[in-house]
């Protein structure tokens, strides 16, 4: 199943990939060679004009009287001809060209001959030209108006008429002076030659120059490799989206936990400068959004019903499968002072559930309440415990005051169990008789775990609390380690409340809201680091001093 995504802010956070891939592809599409070809604007043969001529014979009789078909082509072609033809038209334009006379019927075949010169150009090969019975002559002249087109084809038409004339007129003169001898005065010769259909500017059409190709223009190259980068760039987004196997949506957290989302604690904004953590912000910036969030989960850990565990009816039954519903209890309001002991855990050491724990301290001392933050992550770490300590036994009301350690903030104390219980094992059995003395002298106990697929503290401890929450880390929490979480902690029957999705990203808008209206408080506690806890881990509680 594939998960839905937020994709649109998934591009907004990788503008910076889209815009890099779109420079880098525009730069790549300017700079590949391609091939020019002309264009039709720049072309100075824009217009060909075509004129008919021939000698059709008088008499119906092919080659009487008249010059032959191939006179007109051989004479039409003439090198010396076209440019006789090319002076007489004295055209104004640059370039002008005569391509040549052919055949009117589709019996012959032309090739292209364009010299793009104002010289004469070589007339195309003719064939089969013995065939044409019509004696029909096709003339087709270049140039680059119509009007000039148009105006020499027809002086090319007239003077291959004048050459014809010539010819024929030295043709007779030969032949009366071979059969009489004598020099008679010649007379105006009768070839036939005539121009069937003149050349007209209204029929002179474009000519067909090679099209110029779009990848030839080095702005449309540029527009197209910033539109390849960026979709390029939107197709890795959606590809990372895909395979990030992390929960980015509350939603997806539910669905993954199968634990509703009691509370959602949005991103420090701005963010802490130097790479520090953020601060406690229920103290630092008790106007913020994130401030808010924590006191109203303290409001839902008061008032809110637990989550189904799974094993009421059907023992092997998904409360959040949609598929049969489950018998759950009327909801009744908890009585006062029964939600007391708090355990948070999540699924891996994600950075943001010490925080959860201090932040939600905070806002129970804001409102007056003794508030002890006991953590278990120094048990196991090899750090002696000194002379007195009792790990058998009752634990004493004297014991437990003389282990506090005060913090910077007001009503919030530190307790470790290293003097209570000696290591972890003994959590089960020794975990209950400290916070029944540490409620005689707080009104919360808030327990904070180490990662809980890793450490079996949190299921030790799960009996021993009234409220378990789960924090799931946007960006953080993987599904998996939220899938296995919420199976082991129904599977033992925790009391959980529900899921705490923290570091979720604040929009545009809601950054520019909280900029202008967080107000930083000038007491802010100095967090400093524990003496033990598990691998990579760190305490974030503000300890002042040992009591």
Known sequence: MIEPINYMAALRR??????????????????????????????????????????????????????????????????????????????????????????????????????????????????????NDTGLVQLAASAATKDEAAALVNQYATTLGNRLSAVAAAAQAGTRAATSGKSTTTTAPVTGYQVMEPAQPSTAKRTTPLKSSLTSSRKVRLIAGVLLGLIVGALVVLVVELMNKRLRLAPRAEAHFKYPVVAEIPEAWPPPTGGAAPGIVVVTEPTSRAAEAYRKLRMSVMFEALAPTGVVGNPFQDPYDGLVPMAVEPYSAPAPETRATILVVSPAAEPSRPRVVVNLGAAYAEAGQRVVIVSTSDLDSGVPVGPGASHTG?????????????????????????????????????????????????DVVLVEAPPFLQFHHGEALAHAVDVVLVVGECEATTFDGADETGVLLRRIGAPVLGVVFTE????????????????????????????????????????????
């Open 14 to 131: 990788s503008w910076r990939l889209l815009l890099a891939l779109a420079v880098v592809f525009a730069i790549v599409a300017v700079l590949l060679p391609v091939s020019k070809a002309p264009s039709q604007k720049n072309d100075p043969l824009r217009y060909r004009a075509i004129a008919i001529v021939g000698a059709p014979p008088s008499n119906g009789i092919i080659g009487s009287d008249t010059v032959s078909l191939g006179q007109i082509l051989f004479y039409g072609n003439n090198f010396f001809l076209k440019g006789q033809a090319l002076g007489a038209a004295k055209t104004p334009g640059p370039a002008i060209e005569l391509i040549g006379a052919m055949s009117a019927t589709p019996q012959t075949t032309k090739s292209s001959a364009s010299s793009g010169s104002s010289t004469a150009s070589t007339a195309p090969v003719v064939k089969g030209s013995a065939k």
């Open 394 to 442: 009752p634990v004493a009301l004297e014991d437990v005051r003389s282990n506090l350690r005060a913090s910077s903030i007001e009503n919030v104390s530190m307790l470790s169990l290293r003097p209570f219980v000696k290591n972890s094992a003994q959590l089960v059995g020794r975990a209950p008789l400290v916070f029944e003395a540490v409620r005689q002298i707080a």
């Open 504 to 547: 979720v990203p604040l929009t545009k808008a809601e950054k520019r809201e909280q900029r202008g209206t967080v107000v930083t408080s000038a007491a802010a506690p100095v967090a400093e680091p524990d003496t033990g806890g598990p691998p990579e881990e760190t305490s974030q509680y503000p300890v002042e001093s040992q009591a």
